[in-house]
């Protein structure tokens, strides 16, 4: 990776932090309702992932958690602020919200509420690439507790049995919502439950981002080469419960003191600042600039936006004059 | 016109559409070699190839979800689900993905998919295999809901169902493939709302939907027979969005309605056309409706008990006859 490169990705891995810290505020402040689902701690896995991707071709598809894919992978963040306040600017116009950004035209297939859901979907674009003999890949992010669903089991077959280009990333941050790992799954090394399905798999540190970029450059060559689907686990941490209604008691504060001393974004930049491609007062340039802008421009849209009109809450149920549906006869 | 089985109408539609369309695709247990249980993609495999005739693992929610994730792209996925009972399996992904994603993504994905079924009571084939569920899919919004009583309904009911851009519930019938009708020789699009008048009449309206429309058309014939009444047969096969102005229209003009499902009467098609009447054209009704419906029981196999459980023409007679005293 060029050194431009590393030095944006860590701006976008800042950014991110702070555009969550900033959704935290905003929902103890009630400017954002329903759930939301935090990343901070897991910023590497999505970056490095998506920094090796071809973002002019790839389509990507998460859970409920998925801010900051969508940022990564094109959205507005303007857009997705204006979409957690509920505002007709919204990504989503305001009728999805947290767990549900859409952004089609830059391919983010969507953020899906039901735990282990896009799994068969991600197979299902997959197929369609495969169907339009195209050479893009679906890239598919779920955490480790999905894989405890049905769908995981039932797609991982068809993925393989089809030879489909879908690559799966498992972000395991070791629980599911507050229940850890190893009271809930009889494997807890989730790249050894695949091989059941002959996928390839690997896994790799989720905290380093560059190690997470490399890995998953070599499981996207796999895939878009032709060679089927592709699972990468990734080791990582969310700092914060699994929603805003988790009170985080589960968890041992040893543990959480550990995996904060392996923050991804300190990590990268001390490590940009060892090689000495960056200073500690452009760090905090960067971060002073980051925080000035998700005040001033998201916030501030966010805010200044309008609400969907409420003479609109039937629309998007049914398409609109759809001309099957009259029917008729075509000779 | 030409008269052909059910089975080969809906074998029709999925072929002319497979030939229309290189994004359409079949997938289903055992509907490529073998061709379907019930023959409708007989042939199929052969003619178009492995990549659009997809003989699936028997996953129905992961196979039913790949279906949607591919009509995110624009393919057109006609999935037939081999028995509705296992259509339970694939609800996730039909209403937490199908019907919500253009609604919560602000209209900009949609999931233009087909799932059809085989519902309804056989012959004893005990409680798992004899699930009528059309009343469940009706109830989800977003979600197309019809259900073809004749061959020329499931031909053009299917051909539109792949080309309108919601995703549509096929609800069919196990005890129908082989029943035999007319179906234009030119291509035909049947509505995908709406409903049909099956027989005139003046005295009382019998609303029925798939094999329900046969019962109460024996049954009109009966009461014309024996009774003089003159019953009006409404065929809903549209039963989500249900055909509002057709139930007030027949029932202002004959001023009572029974109305006949196959289902268990709770929370019903039955249920749902009473309250339209209620909203409607109360003030036009001449008597309380009634509705005929089976029993409020798990299938059983004993022939004897599983045809107790289940209403038919008679019930339907007697239903008008407590209605009109006679």
């Not at chain 1, 498992?170 to 494997?187: K, M």
């Not at chain 2, 393919?75 to 996730?92: G, H, K, Q, T």
């Not at chain 2, 079924?117 to 009706?138: C, D, I």
């Not at chain 2, 019953?231 to 139930?247: F, M, T």
Request: hydrophobic share 40%.
């Amino acid at each position: 990776m060029k050194v431009a490169d590393k030095k944006r990705l860590l701006r976008e891995m800042l950014f991110a932090r702070r555009f969550e810290e900033r959704c935290y505020e905003a929902y103890v402040e009630r400017n954002i309702g329903g759930f939301l689902h935090l990343y901070p701690g897991e910023e590497a896995c999505a970056h490095g992932v998506l920094e090796a991707a071809d973002a002019d071709k790839d389509y990507v598809i998460t859970s409920y958690r998925d801010h900051v894919h969508a940022i990564k992978w094109g959205a507005d963040p303007r857009k997705v602020m204006a979409e957690l306040y509920a505002k007709e600017t919204g990504v989503s116009k305001g009728r999805g919200g947290s767990m549900h950004i859409f952004d089609v035209k830059n391919r983010f297939m969507g953020g899906y509420a039901l735990v282990g859901g896009p799994f068969p979907l991600a197979a299902g674009i997959a197929k369609a690439i495969q169907m339009k003999k195209g050479e893009e890949i679906c890239i598919c992010f779920l955490g480790d507790a999905a894989n405890n669903q049905g769908t995981f089991h039932e797609s991982l077959n068809m993925a393989k049995l089809w030879n489909l280009p879908v690559f799966y990333v498992c972000e395991n941050n070791l629980y599911g919502i507050g229940t850890r790992i190893d009271r809930s799954t009889a494997v807890v090394e989730q790249y050894k439950r695949v091989s059941a399905y002959n996928i390839p798999s690997a896994q790799e540190d989720g905290q380093d981002v560059e190690k997470v970029y490399k890995a998953a450059g070599k499981a996207i060559k796999h895939v878009r080469s032709g060679k089927g689907p592709y699972f990468l686990e990734l080791m990582t941490y969310r700092y914060r419960g699994h929603s805003m209604s988790d009170s985080n008691a589960y968890r041992a504060r040893a543990e959480e003191r550990m995996w904060s001393k392996r923050d991804p974004i300190i990590m990268f930049r001390d490590r940009l600042i060892e090689d000495g491609h960056l200073t500690k007062e452009e760090y905090t340039d960067m971060d002073t600039d980051i925080l000035d802008e998700i005040e001033n421009e998201v916030i501030a849209f966010a805010n200044d936006s309008p609400e969907p009109p409420v003479s609109e809450v039937e629309r998007y149920v049914l398409a609109e004059n759809d001309p099957w549906v009259r029917g008729g006869v075509h000779k | 016109m030409t008269e052909i089985m059910f089975w080969e109408a809906v074998l029709r539609a999925h072929d002319e559409e497979l030939a229309n369309d290189p994004m359409v695709l079949v997938m289903g247990e055992d509907v490529g070699v073998v061709g379907g249980t019930y023959k409708a993609t007989l042939g199929l495999y052969d003619k178009y190839g492995e990549q659009r005739v997809i003989d699936t693992p028997i996953s129905e929610n992961g196979f039913t979800g790949l279906g949607i994730g591919a009509s995110f792209l624009g393919v057109r996925p006609i999935i037939e689900i081999m028995s509705v009972n296992f259509a339970w399996l694939a609800m996730d992904q039909m209403f937490n993905t199908a019907a919500k994603v253009r609604y919560m993504s602000g209209g900009q994905l949609e999931a233009p998919v087909v799932v059809r079924s085989p519902g309804g009571t056989a012959h004893q084939l005990g409680s798992q295999h004899s699930a009528r569920m059309e009343k469940v899919f009706m109830g989800i919004a977003g979600l197309r809901v019809v259900t073809p009583s004749s061959p020329r309904q499931a031909y053009g009911l299917l051909k539109s169902a792949v080309r309108c851009n919601d995703p549509v519930f096929i609800n069919e019938h196990e005890l129908m493939y082989n029943m035999k009708g007319e179906v234009p020789d030119e291509e035909y699009f049947h509505p995908l709302e709406g409903s049909e008048i099956a027989r005139p009449g003046r005295d009382v309206t019998l609303f029925g939907y798939n094999i329900s429309v046969h019962w109460c058309l024996q049954a009109a014939e009966l009461l014309s027979k024996h009774h003089g009444i003159e019953a009006e047969v409404v065929d809903l096969y549209a039963l989500s969005p249900l055909d509002r102005a057709g139930i007030r229209d027949s029932v202002t003009r004959t001023h009572r309605a029974v109305i006949v499902e196959e289902a268990e009467p709770m929370v019903g098609v039955g249920a749902e056309v009473m309250a339209i009447i209620n909203e409607e054209c109360f003030f036009e009704l001449d008597a309380a409706p009634l509705r005929v419906s089976a029993l409020n029981v798990p299938i059983p196999y004993n022939h004897a008990l599983e045809k107790t459980a289940l209403p038919d023409a008679n019930d339907v007679v007697e239903a008008v006859r407590t209605m009109f005293g006679v």
